[in-house]
């Protein structure tokens, strides 16, 4: 670098008015500087220009700071990372900084002074590193050429001890989650369809018989076909190829109803004891998910009291702005030491022995936590247990399903809706319950029948299922919108990939198989509803 260029600096930061604050204090202290707003984005520019110092900011939208940080720090360990955060504050959140590799850590807002003074001091360690670095290599340089030929040759033979048995750990890993992938992709369909026509059957047998018996035994029936339901959510999250569905899910209620497979999971030998906030209220989460996550903690803690131990599940609503509600998991096993617990949620890391532990299960904890807008942290102590502690957005409002139900089952005004799914019965279910809610409806069993139905119905919606033979839904509908440009469509399916679905129908409204009656009815009245607004 000649005298005249001046040093860049890569700043990373999500919110504009922090970015732009910290440019143009380095900018009128004689820096040059490139943003980034993401994670992602400011990977890609260290790879483009291999800045020599990043101004990093720990909260992203969506890699963490630290992440960030260890991944720079790992693939240009030359780049200096200066970790900044007006919010991650503490000396534990420093330390974390620290130990993912950041050369120093400023605690925003900073005095522009201040800040160039901290880049100028690691600039200088730098300089001072690449002197010494030059002058070692001076010095060893007859050392070097003697010895070259052997420690290559060596090297290379080595990283032949190491990257061959990698490249198969990874493969190995790869092919099994892309099995796995593919069979609960093919069960999930299958299973959904059957599901689909079993729990709107028996909802609507359950709604409308009067006679006490026949309502305990549909009842009975209805929630072993939702055990079956969450038994798919749960495959599909291994697999990782389902979007997560968040509600307003009641916590207490859902450790409550865990209760019966928690003991089990867990045995005779592990007591779980429950201590529930009464007032905690209702928080925003995929309810089949987080009842998963539950799951694999308890689980993990099981393994961690081999002699057995007291499992405590714990809810509280003890944030001060009232915003988040904590969900606590906590055994009284054999504890974790502190560098177990920094690679705890990395994917595929364990300390069980070969063939029992996947590695994935506190991986898929914190994936999901984060997709649902929460948190999760490990407290832990050789030989004094563990704590998962998981942080959860407080939902604003309590959804009543019952009043959902019934509002949306008496939406029907005559409007003409074309069903079209190759499974029979799932069919024959949404054509007798539209039919019943006063929508006149016609079927077809797949692709092509519906076509030619379509220029004699002309319908004001079409019921879709992505997955048939043939021709799948996405071209149906492309076809179909040739002849009424704008005719509303509303998705079903029991199709497992959500990013497929999403590539194939864009925005168009989308009901994953199983559904309930009610909720076939809200999507439809909502699809036309939308459709009726969209046109001139």
């Given amino acids: 670098m000649s005298g005249n260029e001046k040093i860049v600096i890569l700043n990373v930061d999500d919110l504009e008015a922090q970015r732009y604050v910290k440019t143009r204090d380095l900018q009128a202290a004689g820096f040059a500087v490139i943003e980034a707003q993401t994670g992602a984005e400011a990977l890609r520019l260290v790879e483009q220009h291999k800045p020599p110092l990043v101004l990093l900011d720990v909260q992203l939208p969506d890699i963490s700071g630290f992440e960030v940080c260890a991944f720079i720090k790992q693939k240009w360990p030359q780049v200096m990372v200066l970790q900044t955060s007006a919010t991650f504050t503490t000396t534990d959140d420093r330390v974390l900084g620290l130990n993912a590799g950041a050369d120093s850590y400023l605690v925003q807002p900073a005095e522009p002074l201040e800040l160039a003074a901290a880049i100028n001091a690691l600039l200088r360690v730098r300089r001072t590193e690449d002197a010494l670095r030059s002058l070692n290599a001076t010095l060893d340089k007859q050392v070097q050429e003697r010895t070259e030929e052997l420690e290559q040759a060596n090297r290379k033979l080595r990283q032949e001890v190491a990257q061959r048995q990698k490249a198969e750990s990874e493969l ?15 069960l999930a369909h299958d299973f959904n369809n059957l599901l689909t026509a079993v729990v709107g059957n028996l909802d609507l047998i359950r709604a409308r018989t009067t006679e006490p018996r026949i309502t305990r035994l549909a009842e009975n029936a209805f929630k072993a076909a939702e055990r079956g339901s969450k038994l798919t959510a749960q495959l599909l999250a291994f697999s990782r190829t389902q979007k997560l569905a968040t509600e307003s899910v009641d916590l207490n209620r859902l450790i409550l109803d865990a209760s019966e497979l928690l003991n089990q999971s867990l045995g005779a030998n592990i007591a779980i004891k429950t201590v529930l906030d009464a007032s ?3 928080v925003v989460a995929d309810h089949n998910q987080l009842e998963v996550s539950l799951l694999n903690l308890a689980i993990n803690a099981r393994d961690a009291m081999p002699e057995g131990g007291t499992l405590t599940i714990t809810t509280a609503c003890n944030d001060p702005d009232d915003h988040r509600v904590m969900l606590s998991v906590t055994d009284t096993g054999t504890g974790m ?42 407290r832990s102590e050789v030989g004094k247990g563990t704590s998962v502690q998981m942080s959860l957005r407080r939902a604003s409002i309590a959804a009543d399903p019952a009043i959902e139900a019934q509002g949306a089952a008496e939406s029907g ?71 009424q440009p704008l005719l509303p469509v509303l998705f079903v399916s029991g199709y497992a990939d959500s990013a497929a679905l999403e590539a194939a129908m864009g925005s168009a409204p989308f009901l994953r198989k199983p559904f309930r009656p009610a909720e076939l009815a809200s999507a439809v009245r909502t699809a036309l509803d939308a459709g009726s607004s969209s046109k001139p």
């Fill in 172 to 186: 190995m890993q790869a092919q099994k989650m892309e099995a796995v992938g593919q069979l609960t992709g093919g």
């Fill in 413 to 483: 005004h005559a409007e003409r809706i074309l069903v079209v799914d190759d499974d029979h019965d799932v069919r024959a279910l949404m054509t007798s319950f539209l039919s019943e809610i006063g929508y006149v409806v016609h079927e077809a069993d797949h692709g092509n029948a519906a076509l030619a139905m379509q220029t004699t119905v002309n319908p004001q919606l079409m019921i879709i299922d992505f997955s048939m033979p043939g021709t799948n839904g996405a071209e149906v509908v492309k076809a179909a919108r040739i002849v």
């Fill in 280 to 282: 905690a209220p209702f």
């Fill in 337 to 378: 030491p502190p560098d177990v617990i920094a690679r705890a949620f990395d994917p595929f890391f364990t300390t069980k022995p070969p063939g029992k532990g996947t590695g994935l299960g506190l991986s898929q904890v914190y994936g999901l936590l984060r997709q649902m807008g929460g948190d999760v942290d490990i």
